[in-house]
């Protein structure tokens, strides 16, 4: 038997026979009564001037609505449900609960559904506090290391350095300072710079303007240093006839980050022999070096001295 003709034989018949029987099928499901579960968002109306809550409020109530399964895919996808509180009656210094209740639940008016279920959360507990602001320094957090021979050049900057911090006044009093989100600089060789936003402890009700700042890192390469006829300090026992050291100072390269590295000069040097202890004769000696902080050691020479002691 041939399958594929009697396949094709009308077949735009039936496309739109099987297009007609979903119409059906969905128009039926549409009108069949269902329930649905919606993550709505927390709307608080009405605050008094000058209070605010301590923590920070619920984001969502997740609620559940009944009605034609038509009118809650069209709620789900297009309409705006949320739980609106009015907070008229809060007072700072004082507890505030709600009990929340269908008539707290709000739909758009063409949309004939009703709140079958209030589920999560139930009741809202309010910690009522005085809004107050502060004008607080911003500290850059920055995580990761620079690619090898590479240095964070002085600290991270945040542009602005301060932003206005508003909030409940027992949180804010206590608070000195804030944070920014970290900026990764792992492997970076250049300049890294980037918007971060300012992080509050997610348990407070804070806000900040403005709620952004651009972190900069400036980053800066190793530089090499070489420093001739840095002294040595000679330093031995007392009562030998004589005492001799060869030679009597030392070239030494160091490394580090340029704005450091450049400006040590011999005299920011420390070395010193030590033949303190021991006996008559020729000894051959390290110097002990002391270097500002910052650079490092690359190469010295001699990496010995010749100390006679008679």
């Given at each position: 038997m041939r399958i594929r003709p009697i396949i094709m034989n009308n077949l735009g018949v039936k496309v739109a026979a099987v297009a007609i029987g979903v119409l059906v099928w969905m128009f039926a499901k549409g009108e069949q009564v269902g329930d649905r579960t919606f993550n709505i968002p927390l709307v608080l109306r009405n605050m008094p001037e000058g209070v605010t809550t301590v923590g920070r409020p619920f984001e969502n109530i997740e609620v559940v609505l009944t009605g034609d399964n038509s009118e809650l895919l069209k709620l789900e996808l297009w309409g705006e449900p949320r739980a609106v509180v009015d907070m008229a009656e809060a007072v700072s210094g004082k507890d505030f609960r709600v009990v929340l209740s269908p008539a707290n639940i709000i739909v758009p008016h063409d949309t004939r559904v009703a709140v079958s279920e209030i589920r999560e959360p139930k009741?809202?507990?309010?910690?009522?506090?005085?809004?107050t602001r502060a004008r607080l320094p911003v500290v850059a957090v920055v995580e990761g290391n620079l690619a090898e021979g590479y240095y964070v050049?002085?600290?991270?900057?945040?542009?602005?350095?301060?932003?206005?911090?508003?909030?409940?006044?027992?949180?804010?009093?206590?608070?000195?300072?804030?944070?920014?989100?970290?900026?990764?600089?792992?492997?970076?060789?250049?300049?890294?710079?980037?918007?971060?936003?300012?992080?509050?402890?997610?348990?407070?009700?804070?806000?900040?303007?403005?709620?952004?700042?651009?972190?900069?890192?400036?980053?800066?390469?190793?530089?090499?240093?070489?420093?001739?006829?840095?002294?040595?300090?000679?330093?031995?026992?007392?009562?030998?006839?004589?005492?001799?050291?060869?030679?009597?100072?030392?070239?030494?390269?160091?490394?580090?980050?340029?704005?450091?590295?450049?400006?040590?000069?011999?005299?920011?040097?420390?070395?010193?022999?030590?033949?303190?202890?021991?006996?008559?004769?020729?000894?051959?000696?390290?110097?002990?070096?002391?270097?500002?902080?910052?650079?490092?050691?690359?190469?010295?020479?001699?990496?010995?001295?010749?100390?006679?002691?008679?």
């Open positions: 009741t809202l507990d309010f910690e009522m506090d005085d809004l050049l002085g600290r991270p900057n945040a542009i602005p350095d301060s932003v206005t911090v508003f909030g409940p006044e027992r949180v804010l009093r206590d608070l000195t300072s804030v944070t920014t989100a970290s900026l990764m600089i792992e492997g970076r060789r250049a300049r890294v710079e980037a918007t971060r936003g300012i992080v509050f402890d997610s348990e407070f009700n804070l806000d900040a303007v403005p709620r952004e700042v651009r972190v900069v890192v400036e980053v800066e390469g190793t530089t090499v240093v070489a420093l001739d006829d840095v002294p040595v300090t000679f330093e031995h026992e007392p009562g030998f006839e004589s005492v001799e050291i060869s030679p009597e100072v030392l070239t030494i390269e160091l490394s580090g980050p340029e704005h450091i590295a450049t400006r040590v000069d011999a005299e920011d040097i420390v070395a010193v022999v030590d033949a303190r202890g021991l006996p008559r004769g020729v000894h051959q000696l390290v110097p002990e070096l002391t270097l500002p902080e910052g650079v490092e050691v690359r190469s010295v020479l001699p990496t010995r001295f010749t100390v006679t002691l008679q």
